[in-house]
Structure formats: structure tokens, C-alpha cells
């Protein structure tokens, strides 16, 4: 019939009118920033640094390899190498990086920095509201900004800071039963020694 | 004679006149609608309402816009570089003020012949309206032939221009 | 009592003017009438702005303006206050007299509608026996401060958008006129204050108001669809459509100018909206019998506020017309129906009272709108769409 459309839109919008004192589905504005939608898990918006432990300085995954750097496509990393090393988690000596600065002016949240990294030590911060008013250095954050603890990863990215700590808790693991079992021979071995000695000797 | 009858009378002398003297055609049309409109408030004036109001509805609102579409769409739009006044000014001022003269003359010869202060009789749209179906139908059936005629040939007109354009 | 708040502007206005002196009276009457359309409209202005954000932000399932003022109340006031402090252009090749002027004729042809309205028992300014006549004639001069404004922008986009708005008025304005006319057929004067006194009668409770006849449904559909066009409202606002030309006509006016003709354009909702509420609605006269201890003036108002909801609604709701949709629509659609309800309202008249002129004006009424419907379904062939690939 000529006009039905009309009448049926018209129910439409009044339904939509009056519903929106009554239903959320029928108002869906969020009222930014007194309220916020809780991030997704997979978001992303720029790199950070992950730190095990409490220090930051002395728990940084980041041993400096430049990888990152490297692959960057806007170049927006720069990385000074130390010129000592420290010890890493595993207790192996480190070279750390005395300078990391990312421009996030410049950063186009591509991730293959966190691709490329072999230590799992940078991956991606959901934080967007990094507005500031310096212009010529408010965006360039240096080590101290981007460096973030494991717990605070987890809360970000729940599976993933999951399945890296599991990934790297079976590394040490090995690590570990590598240098046990190497430690086991080096003391079968010495006591092998100590044993054909005591015979020889006897 | 009173202060208002002199007032809207200069307001139409006045619309005539730049009606007359501007060169910006436009603007011309213009003025000759603000002619109109004092023209309708002299006959509110003598309360004749309906003439009035049918003044304004008529000329103000259609023909005004029926000239102004008219000078669009034709050469006439093209605005002039400089000066307000077109130069054939003198003429313009000449014949109008013959038409004056001659027009004045012959009302002043019949207002002689008139009674004098007879009282206008106020009109209703009523009587009006019988009138024109009663003593004046032939005329408005006239009338509305005329307007049908007209409103089928701008019709006629439009869709034989657009199929000689398509061809 | 009731009496008094029914009649408690009149008695007010009696009340100051009675401070002067015998000659000054009528006068100051009437000047003092006009300031208060003045001051009264652009007030509601100001409501009806915010109501038609707010309101088409819920039907679009969002909120409107809520930052400035509890509830947004003092967004109009920001805005009006953003207009009056914007810089004001003018062209370098615009005609500055014209260009300055057509605001000014489009508001005063707008204000001067509101002197025939009777917004209350004897609450008219002007009680002309042409009072229709006369709300038309400045509805006519209305359009040509809409082509003033487009011309004398000497911008091609506003002119075209001038001359789309022009001839879409000239089109609805016969429309207009033709459903307003059934009005003054039935009730046998021009004069709006008899108008509104015919349709103040109450039967079994029921007004008699006109809306409730056949064809005075059809015309006040007729007459509200002319309406929506007349003042550019979607969905006609083609030549003021933002994402169209611009803002069309008035494109080229800032700052103040372009708030007198936002100012203009809903003014003259308002006034066409208690225009169909008096010809239509009943004007003062309350919907039921029961109701009439209510004051005139609020019936009057709500009627108003009910009709600008519902163009409010109209604009969240239906898409914008094409310009030849647009004409189309009122030459070979709404024309014809208007003519032909002239025809049912002679028949109306003239079958004298009873049940029988209900059944034969409504039939007749029915059977053309299905009839024109049927038509236009077939024409258009409307089924699965057909595609056609290249070889």
C-alpha cells in the first residue's frame, strides 16, 4: 500500500525514541571520558618494554641485539648498545640497552618489532591518551617511559603474557636441566676420575 | 490625504522610479516589487482588504518571481561594471513623466465630476464571491480558459524544447 | 476563575494600557501585541532547537547535546552567542544591498504571518475578515527573499540551490493553498477567528474539529505534507541539505545573517504549524468537553508543540527527496488529490447531515488514494532486480 514504508519507518523511529530511556540497545552512546569500553585483548596502539621482576633496570628483557631497529619500517627505534654486560634472567651475561627511544609520533603500530624480538622484550601497550603539549620531545619515549612490569602485560594481554611466560618458563627449564645434566657429567665424570685414580692408586 | 496616503504613495513613486532608473536589472525587478507592495498597502488603505491582499499574493508572489526568472534566465542578468544608473535615464524620466500628465490629467477632469466625500462602500470577500458567480461568471470561466491555456502552452513549450534538445 | 486564566493576557494587556492616555491606547495595543510575538517566537525558537537535537539524537539511538547546561538547555544560548561573535563575510563580488537585505525580508514577512493567528480566545492581534488572505500573501513574499538571498550571493551553487528552493515553494504553495480552501468552504468566511469558533462545538464530547471529517483528514495530510515543503523541512530540504549544495541558498551568509535565516526557517514552521492548527485542530478549542476549564492559549501552544514534534519525527525518519521526486510528487500526486477533495467537500456539503455523507466522501476519498497507489505500483514494476552483464 502507498505509504506503508513511511508509516513503518515512523514506528521505527518512535520505537527507537522511546526506547532509548528504557534499553541500552537503544542507546548506545558512551559517555567518553566519565565512561569507558573496557580495551579488547588484541588491541594495540604503541610498543612498551617488558620488565621481569620489581627493578626495571636490573629485570629488562631487552639485551640491546638491535633487531627491532633494524625492522622498524618508519625507523622510529633508535637503540645505544652498552658497552658492559649484565646478567639476564637465565644468569648468562647481557649487553642492555643504555638508551631506547621510540618516536610514537612516528610509530605506525605495525608490530614487527614485537615479531621480530627473540627475548619477548617488547610487545604492544593498549594506551591511547598520550596527548601532550611538548611539541618536540612529549612523544619520543625514552627507556624509563616504555619500560612495563610482567604483571602489568598480564593485565593488558592475559593469553598472551600466559603463553610467553610459559614459552620462556620451558626454556629456563631446559636451560636448566641442560646445565643439571652438563653439571651431572662434569661430577660423574670427576668422580669416574676419582674412582679410576682410587684404582689405579690402589 | 492623509500622512500614511503620502507616505506609501512616495514609497511607490519611488519604487517606479528606480524601477525605471537603475541598470542593474535585477535590481529593477526589484524595486517594481516594492512598487507592488505599495500599491497593495495603498489599497489596504482604502480598505478594499481582499484587493489588497490578492495584490500581494498575485504580484509579489508570482509575478515578482516570473519577471525575476525571466531576466535569469536571459542576457539580462549579466551585471554592468559601474554606475547605479542606466544611461538612458533621461528618456526613461521623460516618458514617464508624459504617461504622468496625461493620466493625471484625465482623473482630475473625472474627480470634478464625482460627487465629492461620497463614503466607500466597504466590500466583503463575500460579495465578492457572489458577484463573480452570479453576474461575473462569464468572465471568470473566460477567465480560467485563459490561465489553462497558458499553463498548457509553457508546458508545450518546455517539452518541445527538451525533445529538440535531445535530437 | 477559569475565566481569568483563559483570558489572563487580555485582561493583562487591558490592565497596562490603561496607563495612557485614551488616544495612545490602540496603539500601544497593538505595539505592545507585536513585541511580544517578537520576544515569545524566538524564545520557543530557542527550545525547538534544542528539542530537535536532543530528539533526533534518541531516535538515532544516541544522546544529543548534554555538556552545556543540565540536559544541553543552554546549548541554544552557546549557539546563539557563537552566531552573534562569528565574523560576518560578504563576498567581494556580492550585491551588498541585496545580500544584507534578504534576511531582513524573510524575518519580517515571517513575523508578520503570527498578527492573524489567534493563539487564545480573543487573543488575535489583527482580526482581519481576509485573515487566510492575508497569512498567504506573506507565505508569497517569503519565497522572494529565499531568491534574493541565493542571487545576490553571485556564487552559481547558491543560485541553483535559490532556484530549486523557489520553484519547490511555488509548486507546495499551490497545495497550500488548495487544502486550506476546503476550510473556508465548509465554514463560509476567511476570517480565522470564525474559523476556529465554528470547530469550538462539542457532540457526544467530541470537538468538531475538521481534522475529523474525510476530507478534512485529507486535506490536513495534504496541508501538513505542503507544509514540510514550504518551510524546506526534510525530507524537502534539498536546497538546504548540508551534503547537497552546501547550505544552498544561504551558503554564502555568516555569523548573524545565517542565524536570522535559521531564525526565519523555524518562525515560519512555527507560524505554518498554528496556521494547519487552526484551520485543522480546532486552534483554542480542547479536545474534549470536559477539558474546556483548561486556558485556550495552552491548548493552542501543545497543538503547536505537537506539530513540531512531528515535523522533528519526519526529519529523523524519511530520506531527503529528489528535486524531480520532489516536483513530481506535488504536481501529479498531491495535486490531483487536493482537486479532487475540493470535490468531495462540495459533496460534503450538499448531502446534509447524516451517516451517508461519511460512506461517500471517505469512499471516495479511499478509492483514488488506492487507485493513485495501484497505478503507480505497476508503472514501476517493482520486483527482484534484474542485472545485465557485459559481453
Known amino acids: 500500500m502507498l505509504g506503508e514504508g513511511i508509516l513503518k519507518g515512523l514506528a521505527e523511529t518512535a520505537r527507537n525514541f522511546f526506547g532509548s530511556y528504557f534499553s541500552a540497545e537503544r542507546l548506545t552512546t558512551v559517555e567518553y571520558p566519565e565512561q569507558r569500553i573496557a580495551p579488547f585483548e588484541a588491541a594495540r596502539t604503541f610498543p612498551f618494554l617488558v620488565y621481569d621482576g620489581a627493578d626495571w633496570q636490573a629485570g629488562l628483557r631487552c639485551v640491546s641485539c638491535q633487531i627491532c631497529e633494524k625492522e622498524c619500517p618508519p625507523k622510529c627505534i633508535f637503540i645505544e648498545k652498552s658497552k658492559d654486560k649484565k646478567p639476564d634472567a637465565l644468569g648468562k651475561p647481557q649487553f642492555y640497552p643504555v638508551r631506547f627511544e621510540i618516536d610514537i609520533s612516528v610509530c605506525m603500530s605495525c608490530q614487527i618489532c614485537v615479531e621480530v624480538c627473540p627475548f619477548e622484550a617488547i610487545k604492544m601497550n593498549t594506551e591511547f591518551e598520550l596527548s601532550t603539549d611538548d611539541r618536540f620531545g612529549g612523544l619520543l619515549l625514552n627507556r624509563e617511559q616504555l619500560a612495563k612490569s610482567n604483571q602489568y602485560y598480564h593485565q593488558i594481554h592475559a593469553t598472551e603474557a600466559a603463553e610467553v611466560d610459559a614459552r620462556l618458563a620451558a626454556e629456563k627449564a631446559k636451560f636448566d636441566a641442560k646445565a643439571k645434566g652438563a653439571a651431572d657429567a662434569t661430577v660423574a665424570k670427576a668422580a669416574s676420575a676419582a674412582a679410576a685414580r682410587a684404582g689405579e692408586g690402589a | 490625504m492623509s500622512l500614511v496616503f503620502y507616505l506609501l504613495a512616495a514609497l511607490t513613486v519611488a519604487g517606479g522610479l528606480a524601477a525605471m532608473l537603475l541598470k542593474n536589472t535585477v535590481h529593477c525587478a526589484l524595486a517594481l516589487t516594492v512598487a507592488f507592495a505599495g500599491l497593495a498597502l495603498l489599497y489596504l488603505d482604502l480598505d478594499a482588504q481582499f484587493a489588497g491582499f490578492a495584490q500581494l499574493l498575485v504580484y509579489v508572489g508570482a509575478v515578482a518571481i516570473l519577471v525575476v526568472f525571466a531576466i535569469l534566465l536571459t542576457k539580462g542578468s549579466e551585471t554592468p561594471k559601474d554606475g547605479v544608473f542606466s544611461h538612458t535615464w533621461l528618456a526613461g524620466l521623460a516618458v514617464a513623466a508624459a504617461v504622468f500628465a496625461v493620466l493625471a490629467w484625465s482623473i482630475l477632469q473625472s474627480v470634478s465630476r464625482l460627487p465629492q466625500a461620497a463614503k466607500a462602500p466597504t466590500v466583503t470577500v463575500q460579495q465578492i464571491g457572489v458577484a463573480l458567480i452570479s453576474r461575473y461568471v462569464l468572465p471568470l470561466e473566460i477567465v480560467a480558459v485563459l490561465l489553462t491555456v497558458a499553463l498548457i502552452g509553457a508546458v508545450i513549450v518546455a517539452m518541445h524544447e527538451k525533445e529538440g534538445g535531445a535530437q | 476563575m477559569i475565566e481569568t486564566a483563559d483570558q489572563i493576557f487580555v485582561l493583562l494587556l487591558h490592565w497596562l494600557v490603561s496607563f495612557l492616555p485614551a488616544s495612545w491606547q490602540p496603539v500601544a495595543s497593538a505595539v505592545l501585541c507585536a513585541a511580544v510575538i517578537v520576544c515569545l517566537f524566538p524564545a520557543l525558537f530557542a527550545l525547538t532547537v534544542w528539542l530537535e537535537r536532543k530528539g533526533l539524537g534518541r531516535m538515532q539511538n544516541r544522546l544529543g547535546p548534554n555538556r552545556v547546561g543540565p540536559f544541553g538547555l543552554l546549548q541554544p544560548i552557546a549557539d546563539g552567542i557563537k552566531s552573534l561573535t562569528k565574523e560576518d563575510i560578504v563576498p567581494f563580488s556580492a550585491d551588498a544591498a541585496v545580500h544584507f537585505l534578504a534576511p531582513i525580508v524573510l524575518v519580517v514577512t515571517v513575523f508578520m504571518g503570527f498578527a492573524v493567528l489567534p493563539m487564545g480566545r480573543n487573543m488575535v492581534l489583527v482580526d482581519l475578515d481576509a485573515g487566510l488572505l492575508f497569512y498567504f500573501a506573506m507565505g508569497a513574499s517569503t519565497e522572494l527573499a529565499v531568491f534574493m538571498a541565493g542571487w545576490s550571493s553571485r556564487n552559481k551553487y547558491s543560485l541553483l540551490g535559490a532556484m530549486r528552493a523557489v ?42 474539529w475538521y481534522i475529523f471529517t474525510p476530507w478534512g483528514l485529507a486535506g490536513f495530510v495534504m496541508y501538513a505534507i505542503a507544509a514540510t515543503a514550504e518551510t524546506n523541512r526534510s525530507p524537502f530540504d534539498l536546497p538546504e541539505g548540508e551534503s547537497e549544495l552546501v547550505a544552498g541558498y544561504h551558503t554564502e551568509y555568516s555569523g548573524f545573517k545565517f542565524a536570522l535565516f535559521f531564525l526565519g526557517e523555524y518562525v515560519a514552521m512555527f507560524s505554518i504549524s498554528g496556521l494547519g492548527t487552526t484551520l485543522f485542530l480546532g486552534g483554542w478549542s480542547a479536545p474534549f468537553s470536559f477539558l474546556t476549564w483548561v486556558p485556550s492559549w495552552i491548548w493552542f501552544f501543545s497543538k503547536l508543540m505537537l506539530s513540531i514534534f512531528v515535523f522533528i519525527w519526519l526529519r529523523g525518519t524519511l530520506p531527503r527527496l529528489r528535486q524531480d521526486q520532489l516536483m513530481n510528487f506535488a504536481w501529479k500526486f498531491v495535486l490531483p488529490m487536493c482537486l479532487l477533495n475540493l470535490l468531495v467537500t462540495g459533496l460534503w456539503r450538499f448531502l446534509g447531515d447524516g451517516w451517508l455523507r461519511w460512506v461517500i466522501c471517505s469512499a471516495i476519498l479511499l478509492l483514488a488514494y488506492a487507485g493513485i497507489a495501484l497505478g503507480e505500483q505497476r508503472r514501476k514494476h517493482i520486483g527482484p532486480r534484474s542485472y545485465r552483464y557485459a559481453e
Open chain 3, 167 to 208: 520553484a519547490q515553494m511555488i509548486s507546495y504553495e499551490v497545495v497550500l493553498l488548495l487544502s486550506s480552501v476546503v476550510v473556508v468552504m465548509i465554514t463560509g468566511s476567511l476570517s480565522l477567528t470564525r474559523i476556529v469558533e465554528a470547530q469550538s462545538h462539542y457532540s457526544w464530547g467530541l470537538p468538531h
